[in-house]
Nanobody, 123 residues
Framework: QVQLVESGGGSVQAGGSLRLSCAVS????????MGWFRQAPGKGREFVAS????????YYADSVKGRFTISADNAKNTVYLQMNSLKPEDTAVYYC????????????????WGQGTQVTVSS
């Protein structure tokens, strides 16, 4: 069973930065792509960013482009989400996900999910 463990959430003021980490217990064909999603209170799960372990282009939601960066450390089986210039509207529970379909923006293309980590940005 593949496990994803997230860390790095917390509270920060607007304009601040946080880095989220996601450690993956196993690398298989079903975990070839990694994504970050978020869910704010009363809203649906929203795509944030994705990439492939093998490299290539990363993809971002328009709302975070230029502020967030997704990266992977293959040696540590860990994916990161560096979040800069945070805004109050970035407040949400952030989820790490792994899938085998490719760098999809769709949550249902990811079969494995972490437990989520809370990010709160105050104005």
């Amino acid at each position: 069973q593949v496990q994803l463990v997230e860390s790095g959430g917390g509270s920060v003021q607007a304009g601040g930065s946080l880095r989220l980490s996601c450690a993956v217990s196993a690398r298989t064909a079903r975990t070839s792509a990694m994504g970050w999603f978020r869910q704010a209170p009363g809203k649906g799960r929203e795509f944030v960013a994705s990439l492939m372990w093998s490299g290539g282009r990363a993809y971002y939601a328009d709302s975070v482009k230029g502020r967030f960066t997704i990266s992977a450390d293959n040696a540590k089986n860990t994916v990161y989400l560096q979040m800069n210039s945070l805004k109050p509207e970035d407040t949400a529970v952030y989820y790490c996900a792994a899938g085998g379909v490719g760098v999809s923006r769709r949550a249902h293309d990811y079969g494995y999910w972490g437990q989520g980590t809370q990010v709160t940005v105050s104005s």
